[in-house]
Nanobody, 131 residues
Framework: QVQLVESGGGLVQPGGSLRLSCVASGFTFGDYAMSWVRQTPGKGLEWVASIDNRSSKTYYTDSVKGRFTVSRDNPNNMLYLQMNNLKPEDAARYYC????????????????????????WGQGTQVSVAA
């Protein structure tokens, strides 16, 4: 049974940093691309970042480029999202998600997804950005 468990969310001031983690189990982690998606009441599920199975390629929505970094540790079944220079508009619930293939399915900047966009999702971790 696939399980994805996120952690690392919290309250941070604008300009601050957080590192989100996602531990995966129940599948061969190194055989799948992974992604981060965030959800807000106003926007729905917004794609944030993706990484292929070997960390060769990473992809980001435009609004987080240069501030967020997605990475993975395959031997330890871990996915990370380092978030720097956080802005109030980054406040959301962040989910890690398992893709279906070695490489991420193509997403465009700002793409709004539905829950069937990925095969498995974690329960999410809340990020709040406020002074």
């Amino acid at each position: 049974q696939v399980q994805l468990v996120e952690s690392g969310g919290g309250l941070v001031q604008p300009g601050g940093s957080l590192r989100l983690s996602c531990v995966a189990s129940g599948f061969t982690f190194g055989d799948y691309a992974m992604s981060w998606v965030r959800q807000t009441p106003g926007k729905g599920l917004e794609w944030v970042a993706s990484i292929d199975n070997r960390s060769s390629k990473t992809y980001y929505t435009d609004s987080v480029k240069g501030r967020f970094t997605v990475s993975r540790d395959n031997p330890n079944n871990m996915l990370y999202l380092q978030m720097n220079n956080l802005k109030p508009e980054d406040a959301a619930r962040y989910y890690c998600a398992q893709d279906r293939y070695l490489v991420p399915r193509p997403r465009h900047s700002g793409q709004i997804l539905t829950w069937d966009a990925y095969d498995s999702w974690g329960q999410g971790t809340q990020v709040s950005v406020a002074a």
